[in-house]
């Protein structure tokens, strides 16, 4: 290995040359370089604030819920590339990939039977669009196109799924005009009310013809706002599709994998979709991951067509290292007790997160399974807000109006209340 940058002459490079996500080019300020990362624990190759190693508040975007540097995931890495670390899956195939697929079709819900892997959840969600669409057109319906999601969602950042992101207000507002137009229903109420499922019924009906798809993220809605609503507005949806012939999709790529205190967050309704995206966790935060699932009907019916194959191909499609860490990663999640870690995070979260609820500008604290959110009622300042967590030895990465944690499923309780602290920190201070 090459001899490690000075972190001056590495942050110099940085600002010239990387491009960070959701960011300027050049960047406007300097990220933070981490050495290494242990636990739940990123250690900086220079102190910030004092603090030379701060804890995850966020599990590297949701992904990390093993903590970093886990023993069990960096066996199968190396078991794996003394094997192969690639080979292309057309026409081929490879253990990892099939023991992958099995597990996912085995662990999700009844009827999801088949599994198309794929780079990152927005490939998936693009490819559980591309499904949809390709289903009714091999049908002879090639009018059902559109899709119909609820405000407030999130779905990725490549063009069908940010179609289906809030188009106002949410960080694709700029396309409007550009991207497929929509059908959208207004964002879902916290608690259940039969109004909002009336209109979710009635739009669903009247597009019947032109809609080959309803997708929504399950009780959780990520990015798009962090916002929580009652599972039973899923088996609205599901009534409502089955009565209309139109397909269902879950994007669970962030609710996925014990997140809300279910494995999948389709439990807490009882119900499941006709195709699903899972991504982020799969691979416990190792490396790029994703799939789409979906039910024999689904792959029937593109198969049916006068072009019966799903015309998608990445080239990393399979890949076997990332494949085998995320049957490690699996099993190591479903080898422990992990909802019972899932629901005591949940419990420090509501109990650590409280005292944010008397702060000046803070308009809601809300927590489920393990996620905790503070919302504000303005604008976070995200380099005050920042500093604040840092000062307190805790990586946070708030955004729009909120200081939110979804720390990985590891973390003790006395760094899950250093968390808390950051958090309240943050949102005084932000």
């Not at 990387?18 to 960047?27: A, D, K, L, T």
């Not at 207004?186 to 499922?197: C, F, H, I, N, R």
């Not at 088996?235 to 809300?260: K, N």
């Not at 944010?356 to 303005?378: C, F, S, T």
Request: proline residues 7%; negative net charge; glycine residues 10%.
């Amino acid at each position: 290995m090459p001899e490690p940058l000075p972190p001056a002459e590495l942050i110099a490079l940085d600002r010239a040359h990387v491009w960070h996500p959701y960011g300027p080019m050049p960047g406007r300020t300097d990220p933070l370089v981490v050495e290494s990362a242990s636990g739940v624990r990123l250690r900086l190759a220079e102190p910030a604030h004092g603090q030379d190693e701060l804890v995850d508040g966020m599990s590297s975007w949701w992904s990390a819920i093993h903590g970093y540097n886990h023993p069990v995931l960096n066996e199968a890495a190396r078991g794996q590339l003394d094997r192969m670390s690639h080979v292309m899956f057309g026409g081929l195939t490879h253990e990892p990939a099939v023991r992958l697929a099995t597990r996912l079709v085995e662990i999700t819900p009844e009827p999801l039977r088949h599994v198309f892997l794929c780079d990152s959840g927005s490939v998936s969600v693009e490819v559980a669009v591309k499904m949809c669409l390709q289903h009714w057109r091999s049908l002879g319906r090639p009018a059902k196109r559109r899709l119909l999601t609820w405000r407030g969602g999130y779905h990725g950042d490549t063009w069908q799924p940010m179609s289906v992101c809030d188009p106002e207000g949410g960080m694709h507002e700029l396309w409007s005009g550009v991207l497929p137009r929509q059908v959208f229903a207004g964002p879902p109420p916290v608690a259940y009310e039969e109004s909002y499922a009336d209109e979710l019924r009635e739009l669903i009906g009247r597009h019947a013809d032109e809609v080959a798809a309803v997708i929504v993220e399950p009780v959780v809605q990520g990015a798009g706002g962090m916002r929580f609503h009652d599972p039973a507005y899923l088996r609205v949806l599901r009534e409502a599709c089955d009565a209309h012939d139109v397909l269902l999709v879950f994007d669970e790529i962030a609710t996925g994998f014990g997140r809300t205190g279910t494995l999948f967050a389709a439990e807490h309704a009882r119900v499941a979709p006709d195709v699903m995206c899972v991504g982020k966790a799969l691979t416990g935060g190792y490396l790029s991951l994703a799939a789409t699932l979906c039910t024999a009907r689904v792959a029937e019916g593109i198969s049916r067509g006068e072009v019966p194959v799903l015309a998608h191909g990445p080239t990393f499609m399979g890949n076997p290292l990332a494949t085998a860490v995320a049957c490690a990663s699996i099993d190591l999640l479903l080898g422990q007790d992990w909802a019972r870690e899932v629901k005591r995070i949940e419990t420090g979260l509501l109990d650590g997160l409280a005292p944010a609820a008397e702060l000046p500008g803070v308009r809601e604290v809300r927590a489920l399974g393990a996620i905790g959110v503070v919302q504000l009622d303005h604008p976070v300042d995200m380099a005050a807000a920042t500093a604040a967590a840092v000062r307190e030895g805790v990586w946070l990465r708030p955004f729009r109006d909120l200081v939110y944690v979804m720390p990985p499923y590891v973390t003790g309780d006395e760094d899950l209340a250093r968390i808390c602290r950051a958090v309240c920190a943050a949102a005084r201070e932000g």
